[in-house]
């Protein structure tokens, strides 16, 4: 494992430490791989728009509806 060193405004610390008092690490590592993934998505997604065209917006309303659902989806989880 490396050590990274990082600046932060005062009050996100603040926060920072009062979301995660115990293992603020382990906090930093999710939000990280949580946004690094929500850009591997979004890089995909417009590579299928570049191949197959924009989606149809009755489709998506029609599958945010079905992954809206209770239970859908499981509840995320803090590593």
Request: proline share 8%.
């Amino acid at each position: 494992m490396a050590k990274l060193s990082v600046s932060l405004p005062d009050d996100l610390v603040q926060d920072l430490k009062a979301a995660a008092p115990d293992n603020v690490s382990a906090f930093v590592t999710t939000a990280v791989r949580h946004e690094l993934d929500r850009r591997r998505l979004h890089a995909f997604v417009d590579e299928l728009v570049a191949e197959l065209g924009p989606s149809d917006d009755a489709e998506v309303a029609r599958y945010s509806e079905l992954f809206a659902a209770p239970g859908c989806l499981p509840a995320p989880t803090l590593a």
